[in-house]
């Protein structure tokens, strides 16, 4: 005999976070009869009910979601039933080519309790987890997400174990990863000949007296390893910036809780909340005082706060704070296992702490700042991506946006969704390039795609871009516009136009020059460019060379005899050289980072940095919030001149010249918009830079800058992909 109840379909972070137990445990608390289940949608739901009782079941759910879980869309539908007589938790439906894969997770507060609880089986066992937390995306080799299809396929649960993965009331109720000391993953000390020096905690207890003592670890987290060692240990750092040829660039610090990150840095009540996050992310922070070695010439230490058993374990012998810096070579790929990691840094690190469950897919920290209250991110992976978004569009079939050469993410539209990749970094890099194949491989298989259109930057000279054929190419400074528009798209009528202020160090731009200097009046199907930062001359390529950069300006505006001094410092011959290769030199750029790194080439006496987006951080520290002075940036037919900036530069000391840079800048960009009735867009990775938003926030001026999106380039191909499926 058949009657009628209501199936419900729901889309969204729903498999593999405990989605299905709550609903159990809410049909049981309700009294409902029916079942669930997960299928290749998501979660499909059927309830023997009314239609009131349904909508109050729906709402209930929405109001008690797992940790994890997220709802992008639901399906109400009423259908003839069998009669059922209890709610269960039936299998799940094969087709799984639609399902959202999560990304992994810091350690949940229930599971970091029993960590710490010695009546507990798992106590002190560093793989505990649970469905709201642990380790997803770097253990799936398949869908559906099964243990049968990730890397725990090989470790076998006990019966303890696989009584709380069977039952529908325990959080544990498939949770793929689960494991305890009874079925424990090995974990184990190796010297770098590969020899097991100490199993399980008598190898942390091992790790940390060797930390003390001055020794580099790579040890294993949960998208690969971290090299560490003591972050007070002036010897130990010194030797590991001389062994990684990482003379400037600052070091991540892992701390065990957040008392022992607040006695070095300042920490308000949302970058709290951030460290004590699922998510886990390094927190760019105001250091408290100089930590030279550390991070050398600026005010600000990324800290993460120990996020895995793993970490917590280590810091149960080890008191202090832990540098925690990726295992790579200088610009590639974090390795993730240990046959790279002997071949690549065996000159590195002098021990490491390795364990036998597979990283599959490798996975970076996640960085953010806080802005204003808010959370500025500037690299999305662990925690985060892969992403999927709804996304409704009239363009049928499935795309690839190919993204940026430099801190690259690619986007795939599917199915009406988004999907966003883990951060993959700069594909110049041979080991990266391989990573991005290997992980587009990954998902074009696991979804099984195939691609109808490719989007790419217009340089042509991108060696990924050319293993496809069918490209449609977006210029990469409107791709910025366009992700940041996609990120406030609510806060605009259709089609409504925006004044986007895109600046960046590099992008090739419509007249192939070097363009990143650039104002844009936009929307999402057409630009305009009004206004650029003037062009000038390079010397060559190698952007590192920032002294080059500042005698180009000098040379450009023609201020040698106000440059006098700087020139000074540079060898008759080579400064001759030089100048004749500027004269005859082709390239030309409205970068107004490479601008700004000019600037600090003279203002710091700098002939190369280290990294990017160091004179930026350097500038930071020596801005005075209280002298009232600005530079004038002038603007004539459409051209920013920034001449006086240089002559700043050249006679001025530290804290005023940039204290006028800035002011300069931020005047420059209100005084622009005065001009438009228009709301205004701030993007490219110069607007990564803290006191730069600071001061136009001070000024009471309305803008938008990307938060949930990074401003930078891994945000790329997020505006290719919004931008074509916009486009008429």
């Given at each position: 005999m058949c009657h009628f109840g209501y199936k419900i379909r729901i889309s969204g972070l729903v498999q593999?976070?405990?989605?299905?137990?709550?609903?159990?445990?809410l049909a049981l608390n309700l009294k409902f009869f029916g079942e669930v289940k997960n299928d290749g949608f998501g979660v499909e739901i059927v309830l023997s009910c009314t239609k009131e009782k349904c909508e109050k079941f729906i709402f209930l759910l929405k109001e008690n979601l797992p940790p994890l879980a997220r709802i992008d869309s639901i399906e109400i539908s009423q259908v003839k039933l069998k009669k059922y007589t209890n709610f269960s938790i039936e299998n799940s439906l094969s087709n799984a080519k639609s399902?959202?894969?999560?990304?992994?997770?810091?350690?949940?507060?229930?599971?970091?309790?029993?960590f710490f609880d010695k009546k507990n089986k798992r106590f002190l066992y560093p793989f505990i987890t649970c469905t709201h937390c642990g380790p997803r995306f770097s253990i799936i080799k398949n869908l559906p997400y099964d243990r049968a299809n990730t890397t725990m396929e090989k470790l076998p649960m006990c019966e303890f174990c696989k009584s709380e993965y069977e039952d529908p009331k325990n959080r544990r109720f498939h949770a793929q990863p689960i494991s305890c000391p009874k079925c424990k993953i090995d974990i184990f000390l190796k010297n770098k000949k590969g020899e097991v020096l100490a199993h399980d905690e008598k190898a942390f207890k091992k790790c940390a007296k060797l930390?003390?003592?001055?020794?580099?670890?790579?040890?294993?987290?949960?998208?690969?390893?971290?090299?560490?060692?003591?972050?007070?240990?002036?010897?130990?750092?010194?030797?590991?910036?001389?062994?990684?040829?990482?003379?400037?660039?600052?070091f991540a610090l892992m701390c065990e809780n957040i008392d022992e990150a607040k006695k070095l840095?300042?920490?308000?009540?949302?970058?709290?909340?951030?460290?004590?996050?699922?998510?886990?992310?390094?927190v760019i922070l105001k250091a408290k005082k100089a930590f030279s070695l550390i991070a050398p010439d600026v005010d600000k230490l990324g800290i993460t706060l120990a996020y895995t058993p793993l970490h917590l374990l280590l810091f149960k012998h080890f008191k202090g704070v832990l540098v925690a810096t990726s295992a790579n070579l200088s610009g590639e790929s974090i390795i993730k296992d240990e046959k790279n990691l002997l071949l690549k840094l065996g000159n590195v690190f002098d021990f490491y702490l390795d364990y036998n469950r597979e990283i599959h897919n490798a996975s970076d920290d996640s960085i953010v700042q806080v802005i204003d209250g808010k959370t500025m991110f500037l690299r999305t992976s662990r925690g985060l991506n892969p992403m999927y978004l709804d996304f409704k569009s009239e363009k049928k079939g499935t795309f690839l946006a190919l993204g940026?050469?430099?801190?690259?993410?690619?986007?795939?539209?599917?199915?009406?969704?988004?999907?966003?990749?883990?951060?993959?970094?700069?594909?110049?890099?041979?080991?990266?390039?391989?990573?991005?194949?290997?992980?587009?491989?990954?998902?074009k298989q696991s979804y099984d795609l195939k691609f109808d259109q490719i989007l790419c930057d217009k340089h042509p000279n991108f060696s990924y871009a050319k293993e496809f054929?069918?490209?449609?190419?977006?210029?990469?400074?409107?791709?910025?516009?366009?992700?940041?528009?996609?990120?406030?798209?609510?806060?605009?009528?259709?089609?409504?136009?925006?004044?986007?202020?895109?600046?960046?160090?590099?992008?090739?731009?419509?007249?192939?020059?070097?363009?990143?200097?650039?104002?844009?009046?936009?929307?999402?199907?057409?630009?305009?460019?009004?206004?650029?930062?003037?062009?000038?001359?390079?010397?060559?390529?190698?952007?590192?060379?920032i002294q080059n950069l500042a005698l180009s300006l000098i040379w450009a505006y023609d201020l040698e005899e106000k440059a006098s001094h700087f020139l000074a410092k540079i060898p008759k011959i080579k400064l001759e050289n030089l100048k004749k290769i500027y004269e005859s030199s082709t390239l030309q750029?409205?970068?107004?980072?490479?601008?700004?790194?000019?600037?600090?080439?003279?203002?710091?006496?700098?002939?190369?940095?280290?990294?990017?987006?160091?004179?930026g951080l350097m500038c930071e520290a020596f801005y005075d919030e209280n002298l009232n002075f600005s530079y004038e940036i002038l603007i004539k037919d459409g051209e920013i001149d920034f001449k006086e900036l240089i002559i700043g530069a050249l006679k001025d000391d530290k804290i005023k010249a940039i204290t006028g840079m800035f002011n300069a800048l931020a005047n420059f960009i209100v005084e622009f918009s005065k001009n438009y009735d228009l709301k205004v867009l701030l993007s490219g990775g110069v607007f990564q830079n803290k006191t730069l938003l600071e001061i136009l926030k001070a000024k009471n001026f309305n803008f938008f800058v990307p938060l949930k999106f990074p401003c930078n380039d891994s945000s790329i191909a997020l505006g290719q992909m919004v931008h074509f499926l916009k486009k008429d």
């Open positions: 593999g976070v405990g989605f299905r137990p709550k609903v159990y445990e399902v959202p894969m999560l990304s992994d997770f810091a350690l949940c507060n229930e599971c970091k309790k029993e930390l003390k003592q001055g020794k580099i670890l790579a040890i294993k987290g949960m998208g690969g390893f971290h090299l560490m060692c003591d972050a007070f240990n002036e010897n130990a750092l010194k030797e590991l910036r001389l062994r990684k040829n990482r003379p400037k660039k600052p840095c300042f920490i308000d009540e949302n970058e709290e909340k951030l460290l004590k996050s699922i998510l886990a992310p390094i940026a050469e430099l801190k690259n993410e690619f986007v795939i539209f599917y199915e009406n969704k988004l999907l966003l990749s883990p951060y993959i970094g700069d594909l110049k890099s041979v080991d990266v390039y391989e990573r991005f194949f290997s992980l587009l491989d990954f998902f054929q069918n490209t449609y190419k977006i210029q990469h400074h409107y791709a910025h516009f366009c992700a940041v528009y996609f990120e406030y798209e609510k806060e605009f009528i259709k089609d409504e136009k925006a004044l986007g202020f895109i600046f960046d160090g590099t992008g090739y731009g419509d007249d192939k020059s070097i363009w990143g200097g650039e104002i844009f009046k936009a929307n999402l199907k057409e630009y305009e460019r009004i206004a650029h930062f003037k062009s000038f001359k390079l010397i060559n390529s190698d952007i590192k060379n750029t409205s970068s107004l980072g490479r601008i700004i790194d000019a600037f600090g080439s003279i203002v710091f006496d700098i002939e190369k940095i280290s990294y990017e987006a160091q004179i």
